[in-house]
């Protein structure tokens, strides 16, 4: 069995409401088919879904599908797969996967293209070898990964805004669809940050599991200011304290507190979170198998058990591929705590599949369809592409 194909398909699910409900217009700036707020250096995020698919053919007409996270320049993954990646793997058998992810990694090593586009590339295309390994063998990929740890995953469900009757009023909405554990999204000052988690645990009640990522928005001093605020609510986690790149300041505040730091949705290789795990710089590592791929993901994630670590992926706006991606490396990952989801995304996120894996009772299953479980209607990705 050789690679005989390899093509990116950038696509575009419009998505018109998306931002409506909970973004002040003078808290953004507009740029057209992109909003960043205007207040905070945080992401600059699409009106939009955006993302781009890797489909690989074999010489014996198998097909696999991978995901290519791409939320912002869609074309740009595509631009490197259909570049580098199918010029070096071509011609290959996909069960060399590991190898063809290290031969195209190693092409570009040497000019410090380490991580950004370029892994999301290699990881859509990994994705899509396993698939199709998967599928030559008539096994899903988590059996492939060493087997199934758990029959299934606990998620969390998204949401976010600005205020505490509103963001209760979600909650509680939440918690009716049968989701156990939630998480807020919130860039809002640290007084009005606990106002609304203080709202939010008193609509949901103590058995309710609530996390809060704050997008980098943080200095150390505010974070841990914060934390001892959230613990006394009973929070899990306190996700991305502060900047990206501040390694110490996030193992500051991880000995500071008491409750667990959850970070690294940015670290796409293992030797990006080499130094997140030598320093203890987080209690619970989230990789986005939409990032790192399924070879990388389950490396990170077998070093989460070497260090003593949870692992609970991270799933930002990446489609129904990223999301199975990330389910096979749960599901045989010895540490895996918790999944992220987005309930209402959901139906948006998956409109090109019809057939995948998604959450009943707020639990993902994975049942025995070989590959990675997606059953894409080609038709449909291809009129989305843009
Ligand atoms: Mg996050």
């Known amino acids: 069995m050789k690679i005989a194909k390899v093509e990116a398909f950038p696509i575009k699910l419009p998505h018109e ?3 409506s409900e909970n973004t002040r217009e003078d808290e953004m700036n507009d740029y057209g088919d992109y909003i960043i707020s205007r207040r905070h250096w945080t992401s600059i995020y699409p009106k939009h879904l955006e993302t781009t698919l890797v489909r ?10 991978g995901e290519a996270f791409a939320p912002v320049a869609r074309r740009t993954p595509a631009t490197v797969i259909e570049d580098i990646c199918r010029t070096v793997i071509l011609g290959h058998d996909p069960h060399d996967v590991e190898y063809l992810w290290y031969r195209t990694y190693s092409s570009m090593r040497e000019r410090g293209h380490g991580t950004g586009f370029f892994i999301d590339a290699l990881s859509g295309v990994d994705q899509a070898l396993w698939d199709i390994i998967g ?3 008539g ?4 059996k492939l990964l060493g087997g199934a740890y758990r029959d299934r995953l606990l998620v969390y469900n998204g949401f976010g805004g600005t205020d505490p009757e509103t963001m209760s009023r979600q909650a509680a909405e939440i918690v009716a669809l049968g989701y156990r554990a939630l998480k807020l999204h919130s860039r809002a000052p640290n007084r009005r940050l606990v106002e609304i988690v203080s709202a939010v645990r008193e609509t949901v009640g103590p058995e309710i599991e609530l996390r809060v990522d704050v997008h980098t928005t943080r200095t150390v001093s505010e974070a841990i ?3 001892r605020e959230l613990e006394k609510l009973d929070v899990n986690w306190l996700e991305a304290p502060v900047a990206p790149e501040d390694v110490d300041g996030h193992a500051e505040i991880a000995r500071a507190l008491d409750m667990n730091v959850a970070t690294g949705e940015w670290l796409r290789t293992s030797y990006e979170w080499k130094s997140w795990f030598e320093k203890r710089a987080v209690d619970v590592p989230m990789p986005d198998i939409g990032r790192t791929g399924i070879s990388e993901g389950r490396r990170i994630a077998m070093l989460c058990d070497y260090y003593n670590l949870p692992v609970a992926p991270h799933v930002g706006a990446g489609c129904i591929l990223a999301i199975a991606a990330g389910l096979h490396v749960a599901m045989a990952a010895p540490r895996y705590q918790i999944f992220e989801h987005g309930h209402h995304a959901m139906p948006l996120k998956s409109s090109f599949a019809d057939r995948f894996p998604d959450v009943v009772d707020g639990y993902f299953t994975l049942d025995d369809t070989p590959g990675l479980g997606v059953e894409i209607n080609e038709d449909r990705v291809r009129a989305l592409v843009s």
């Open 225 to 227: 200011l914060l934390g």
């Open 135 to 137: 599928k030559a063998l």
């Open 17 to 19: 409401d998306r931002y």
């Open 139 to 142: 096994k899903p990929v988590y």
């Open 56 to 65: 690989i053919e074999t010489d014996n007409g198998i097909v696999g599908w």
